[in-house]
T-cell receptor, first 112, second 116 residues
Framework: KAGVTQTPRYLIKTRGQQVTLSCSPI?????VSWYQQTPGQGLQFLFE???????NKGNFPGRFSGRQFSNSRSEMNVSTLELGDSALYLC???????????FGPGTRLTVL | AQSVSQHNHHVILSEAASLELGCNYS??????LFWYVQYPGQHLQLLLK??????LVKGIKGFEAEFIKSKFSFNLRKPSVQWSDTAEYFC??????????????FGQGTTLQVKP
């Protein structure tokens, strides 16, 4: 079975721009969670989607948003990029039960 | 607020030495517990997990972990490390309950360096 895939793997943007990251979950997994990984803050939960609905959200500003499509693929969007948004963005997918999360390789976002 | 604490930020061991990485969490309810590993240049991989039952769980590559509920701990162990175990290790907790769906709380991570 193919693992979680994320595109693109690397992105360079400038402040003020917006960016969209994509995540394809493992086949059959309907839950997708997103995390931000930085050296200072570690791994932090952004949000989780299931059946096209956001079920949970972390403590991030409204500039961070996401959505999920009917095929369970998910996208996250960051608008008005700031330097501090530079990070590795990880996507994880899971079954409803057991809800063990499997991670993708991440998208490395650099904001200049 | 829920939190996870990993006691060691950087551990250096020689091959064949025994490993124990500490992990404590703060949450009074029922939890699912995980250890993930991130090898250099690779993505996060699941080492082992605990949902219920026997508190001693075995994972891949000879790793095991013990859940001690009274101590809110889930320490990772390996009797004899190899150079290939060099990686960053993350303890993660998922609190059960509808308000916690899809949310893992991670510790800060422990970098393990194994010297050949």
């Amino acid at each position: 079975k193919a693992g979680v895939t994320q595109t693109p793997r690397y992105l360079i943007k400038t402040r003020g721009q917006q960016v969209t990251l994509s995540c394809s979950p493992i086949s059959g997994h309907r839950s997708v969670s997103w995390y931000q990984q930085t050296p200072g803050q570690g791994l932090q939960f952004l949000f989780e989607y299931f059946s096209e609905t956001q079920r949970n959200k972390g403590n991030f500003p409204g500039r961070f948003s996401g959505r999920q499509f009917s095929n369970s693929r998910s996208e996250m969007n960051v608008s008005t990029l700031e330097l501090g948004d530079s990070a590795l963005y990880l996507c994880a997918s899971s079954l409803v039960s057991p809800d063990t999360q499997y991670f993708g390789p991440g998208t490395r976002l650099t904001v200049l | 607020a829920q939190s996870v604490s990993q006691h060691n930020h950087h551990v250096i061991l020689s091959e064949a030495a025994s490993l124990e990485l500490g992990c404590n969490y703060s949450y009074g309810g029922t939890v699912n517990l995980f250890w993930y590993v991130q090898y250099p240049g690779q993505h996060l991989q699941l080492l082992l997990k605990y949902f219920s039952g026997d508190p001693l769980v075995k994972g891949i590559k000879g790793f095991e972990a013990e859940f001690i509920k009274s101590k809110f701990s889930f320490n990772l162990r390996k009797p004899s490390v190899q150079w290939s175990d060099t990686a960053e290790y993350f303890c993660a907790v998922k609190a059960r309950g509808s308000g916690n769906t899809g949310k893992l709380i991670f510790g800060q991570g422990t970098t393990l360096q194994v010297k050949p």
